[in-house]
């Protein structure tokens, strides 16, 4: 079974003092665009391939869709919650690695058997850089 990638929208995108700020939904599409390439080429020393990507959104990046390769997920609520029941319910028998700065949500999923990384995993090198 495919390794299962959780992203925290809200938390990547607000890694990156880029004017995001003034656009979260256009921010979060941006970010769900350059996701599509690790779902097949996997992420280097983290996660081999293929894997299925989730990225999590929240608030007013509620509304972006899902494209091939990334799977979005709108939480209703808070995003770390949402994150926190897509690791109990989708990661028990796989490895899932989820991608936030959050030290509460890290240790909240952690908690749950899943590994966490920072931010620069997907975005801030190659082909998953943030647009300036």
């Known amino acids: 079974m495919d390794s299962l990638v959780i992203v925290d929208a809200a938390n990547v995108v607000g890694s990156v003092p880029d004017g995001w700020w003034r656009d979260r939904h256009g921010a979060a ?4 665009d350059a996701l599509p390439g690790y779902a097949t080429e996997g992420l280097p ?4 391939p293929p894997l299925e990507l989730v990225l ?4 007013a990046a509620r509304g972006v869709e899902s494209v091939e390769g990334v799977r979005v997920v709108a939480a209703t609520g808070s995003g770390d919650d949402r994150i ?3 690791v109990a ?5 796989r490895d899932c690695l989820v991608v936030t700065a959050d030290r509460e949500l ?3 999923v952690q908690a749950l058997g899943a590994r966490v990384t920072g931010p620069r995993a997907v975005w801030g090198r190659g082909r998953g850089a943030s647009p300036a």
């Open 84 to 86: 926190v029941q897509l």
């Open 56 to 59: 999590v959104v929240e608030g």
């Open 89 to 93: 319910d989708e990661a028990a028998d």
């Open 29 to 32: 599409e941006r970010l769900r």
């Open 106 to 108: 890290r240790d909240r």
């Open 45 to 48: 020393g983290l996660v081999p």
